[in-house]
């Protein structure tokens, strides 16, 4: 005998379960990072109107650099519009949640293509010096640092701390229930956010020390060996925010401890658990297919009941295989 069933952590009016698994913050997150996005878009325009009407190609330049993490920023903030206009749509089955992941992995190819290019202009300067405008530049990249030191503490805001602070004294007053991985909690859509425009606060603070370094000893070729250690960095956020996000996308099991665990809460009475998926619906929100032998009268609430202390388990489906 075979039965099947499924259960979500919230219900609708209807008494049907919901597929709604956006993060936490999503609302909070969603709204940071337009006021970000507009932060660097007066900056972006300050900037190419003022080069254009001094005859700076420096700032026109810095204007345009920052209107590439502007785009990617746009990016992040309209997959959080969507994901949450869009997420009641019967059209997705397992609701939007995964949108953020999708745009952030996105946004890391974007992340890697700037890396390649900051690569391959900072390496023709060795093969081919420019003339730099030292009293010019330091400047400029001064402004741009505190624009994206400004954006970063704007995009986090403390939201990880208070986050972090109330699991803790969630799991404090609920030793029965257990908790995921920290991954598993992750917005990569507002990771991507600040790593792109960390990613510009580095490469503003390795600009300065190349050009003060140009300036004052005369080693101007420290401007573009800043500029491939800048690069190089890059590419390493980008790398792994690629990983991470890919993962998600191809359903890769999120939390390895958490799989094992569920194992055994099943197996723990002589049932015997003969499949198991495990993947991520949306920041703080996994889902699950189990599949269980038993020889007992057991149906599949009784396994329901058993997974209830896992949290992060927002949709579960179980199957239930009875041997005599």
């Known amino acids: 005998?075979?039965?099947?069933?499924?259960?979500?952590?919230?219900?609708?009016?209807?008494?049907?379960?919901?597929?709604?698994?956006?993060?936490?913050?999503?609302?909070?997150?969603?709204?940071?990072?337009?006021?970000?996005?507009?932060?660097?878009?007066v900056m972006m325009i300050a900037e190419i109107v003022g080069g254009l009407l001094f005859g700076s190609i420096a700032l026109v330049a810095d204007g345009l650099h920052m209107s590439t993490h502007a785009s990617a920023l746009l990016l992040?903030?309209?997959?959080?519009?969507?994901?949450?206009?869009?997420?009641?749509?019967?059209?997705?089955?397992?609701?939007?949640?995964?949108?953020?992941?999708?745009?952030?992995?996105?946004?890391a190819i974007v992340l890697a293509m700037i890396a390649l290019?900051?690569?391959?202009?900072?390496?023709?300067?060795?093969?081919?010096?420019?003339?730099?405008?030292?009293?010019?530049?330091?400047?400029?990249?001064a402004l741009g640092l505190v624009v994206n030191v400004?954006?970063?503490?704007?995009?986090?805001?403390?939201?990880?701390?208070?986050?972090?602070?109330?699991?803790?004294?969630?799991?404090?007053?609920?030793?029965?229930?257990?908790?995921?991985?920290?991954?598993?909690?992750?917005?990569?859509?507002?990771?991507?956010a600040i790593v792109h425009v960390l990613a510009d606060a580095g490469v503003s603070v390795?600009?300065?020390?190349?050009l003060s370094f140009g300036l004052w000893l005369g080693l101007a070729w420290m401007d573009p060996l800043v500029g491939l250690i800048g690069a190089v960095v890059i590419a390493a956020w980008s790398y792994s925010l690629i990983r991470d996000t890919g993962a998600i996308l191809l359903d890769m099991n999120p939390d390895?401890?958490?799989?094992?665990?569920?194992?055994?809460a099943i197996e723990a009475d002589?049932?015997?658990?003969?499949?198991?998926?495990?993947?991520?619906?949306?920041?703080?929100?996994?889902?699950?297919?189990?599949?269980?032998?038993?020889?007992?009268?057991?149906?599949?609430?009784y396994y329901q009941s058993l997974l209830r202390r896992f949290r992060a388990l927002s949709h579960v489906t179980v199957q239930v295989q009875q041997h005599q």
């Open 76 to 107: 992040a903030a309209l997959a959080y519009s969507y994901a949450r206009r869009h997420a009641e749509d019967s059209r997705f089955s397992f609701g939007t949640g995964k949108l953020g992941d999708l745009a952030g992995f996105t946004s």
């Open 256 to 264: 390895r401890g958490m799989a094992e665990r569920m194992r055994a």
């Open 117 to 141: 290019l900051i690569g391959y202009e900072a390496a023709t300067r060795f093969i081919w010096p420019v003339q730099i405008h030292f009293n010019e530049a330091i400047p400029i990249a």
């Open 270 to 301: 002589g049932d015997r658990l003969t499949d198991l998926h495990l993947w991520r619906l949306g920041p703080g929100h996994l889902g699950a297919i189990v599949s269980v032998t038993t020889r007992r009268q057991r149906g599949a609430d």
């Open 150 to 192: 400004a954006s970063v503490l704007l995009l986090s805001g403390g939201t990880a701390h208070d986050h972090e602070h109330g699991q803790e004294q969630e799991h404090e007053h609920d030793h029965a229930h257990e908790h995921a991985c920290r991954t598993t909690q992750r917005d990569n859509n507002m990771r991507s």
């Open 1 to 41: 005998m075979m039965h099947d069933a499924a259960n979500s952590r919230a219900h609708d009016a209807a008494g049907g379960h919901s597929h709604v698994f956006l993060g936490e913050g999503h609302a909070t997150n969603e709204r940071r990072t337009w006021m970000v996005i507009a932060l660097c878009s």
């Open 206 to 210: 390795l600009v300065i020390i190349g």
